[in-house]
T-cell receptor, first 111, second 113 residues
């Protein structure tokens, strides 16, 4: 089973709202990732958690705040976003640093 | 650091015809190579991967790819495409256990009847 789940599937929020994206995997993977993908572009890495610790932050603005409550869950907390933050947000996981398995994504629209 | 170049941004192809998507990479270390497919409004699905061993890799949905170290290429092929293969295809490379996956710009495959 190589399934990564993400909720919600779609999210519309205003610039003053606070919302969270959730990601879950039950493959026993030790690394989890957040990516941002704009239309017709490849995914861009935002954060990497390894063994529940933040190991990579690709200079992401502080209005995005990741959290890894346990080895199966990954959250992305959103606050005071801008319209240009509208995108598909993808979660991925991997056992080590090689093969990453992606979830279906959350389509975020910021009004 | 690694980088990937997908040589074709768009590939139109007729149903039941063969297709080849070209991918070249650059890296100063040994690499792991991947092809992912993204159907409209979906996430990325792993088609196949090369980590080591045989240079001819077979994946899902009838796709295969060949790792060529001397030409630093990892081209994806399918002998006969279906309408359902219409999607965006991404080639990606990683340097091993560094957690960073470098993607190519993507190739849009459109299959016509």
């Amino acid at each position: 089973d190589t399934e990564v789940t993400q909720t919600p599937k779609h999210l519309v929020m205003g610039m003053t709202n606070k919302k969270s994206l959730k990601c879950e995997q039950h493959m026993g993977h030790r690394a989890m990732y957040w990516y941002k993908q704009k239309a017709k572009k490849p995914p861009e890495l935002m954060f990497v958690y390894s063994y529940e610790k933040l190991s990579i932050n690709e200079s992401v603005p502080s209005r995005f705040s990741p959290e890894c409550p346990n080895s199966s869950l990954l959250n992305l907390h959103l606050h005071a976003l801008q319209p240009e933050d509208s995108a598909l947000y993808l979660c991925a996981s991997s056992q080590t640093g090689d093969t990453q398995y992606f979830g279906p994504g959350t389509r975020l629209t910021v009004l | 650091a690694q980088s990937v170049t997908q040589l074709d941004s768009q590939v139109p192809v007729f149903e039941e015809a063969p297709v080849e998507l070209r991918c070249n990479y650059s890296s100063s270390v040994s690499v792991y190579l991947f092809w992912y497919v993204q159907y409209p409004n979906q996430g990325l699905q792993l088609l196949l991967k090369y980590l080591s061993g045989s240079t001819l890799v077979k994946g899902i949905n009838g796709f295969e790819a060949e790792f060529n170290k001397s030409q630093t290429s990892f081209h994806l092929r399918k002998p006969s495409v279906h309408i359902s293969d219409t999607a965006e295809y991404f080639c990606a490379v990683s340097g091993g256990n560094d957690y960073k996956l470098s993607f190519g710009a993507g190739t849009t495959v459109t299959v016509r009847a």
